[in-house]
């Protein structure tokens, strides 16, 4: 899988305290991304359990409540997003699990979305994506439009939907948008959240 950066511990990406997996890569090619360094599809390709040791050390030492999956594209990596799952859940069972994904509901119900580096037929992507939705708590689905600014909860756009696929939490959990400056040790930044007033560059 093509991993852009892990946060081990956020609280702008979904309800309680969080790691942030964001994958690199991302062709849907939206207007203004806030992203836009992780579109291309480069880097060194990282194994599932390489990421889920990593998240189980920051579990260590965060004791976070859940990973939500943003990017980047997860669902343009699918079938290692599946992966990644499965495995984090039986290492820790009790764990959340959100994604912030640029396709609709429809498209993903469909099959209507490209997956990295496979050739998969619709109805093995139609599989896939239950398999996926089944695992979630929430997600945030549809197309970033910087024409239609929203101050929604998790959604930087008014077309995007939050949709709930558990009883885990219910909408009051979703809190302001908020925005996060990360400093790693080696003083690089990663900026993550909703930034409403624009970025500070």
């Given amino acids: ?18 790691a942030v997996v964001f994958f690199q890569g991302c062709s849907l090619g939206c207007e203004k991304c806030f992203n836009p360094h992780t579109h291309g599809f480069q880097g060194p390709e990282i194994k599932p359990v390489e990421v889920v040791d990593a998240l ?3 579990h260590g030492q965060h004791a976070f409540d859940g990973v939500t999956f943003s990017g980047g594209e997860p669902m343009q990596q699918a079938d290692r997003l599946l992966a990644l ?8 069972p009790g764990l959340s699990f959100g994604m912030f994904s640029g396709y609709t509901e429809r498209e993903l119900d469909e099959g209507r979305y490209s997956v990295w580096g496979s050739k998969l037929e619709t109805p093995e992507k139609c ?3 239950q398999a996926i939705r ?17 101050a929604a909860p998790l959604r930087s756009s008014r077309n995007q939907v939050l949709r709930l696929f558990s009883n885990r939490y219910t909408r009051a959990a979703f809190a302001e948008q908020l925005a996060e400056v990360h400093i790693n040790e080696t003083g690089t930044t990663e900026v993550t959240g909703f930034p409403i007033l624009g970025l500070p560059w």
Avoid: E, K, Y
């Fill in 1 to 18: 899988m093509l991993l852009h950066v892990i946060l081990p511990a956020s609280r702008a990406n979904g309800p309680g305290l969080r």
């Fill in 56 to 58: 189980i050390h920051a």
């Fill in 85 to 92: 799952v499965q495995m984090l859940r039986a290492r820790i």
């Fill in 127 to 129: 599989s896939l994506w």
């Fill in 134 to 150: 089944a695992a979630l708590d929430f997600a945030v689905l549809g197309r970033f439009n910087h024409r239609l600014p929203s």
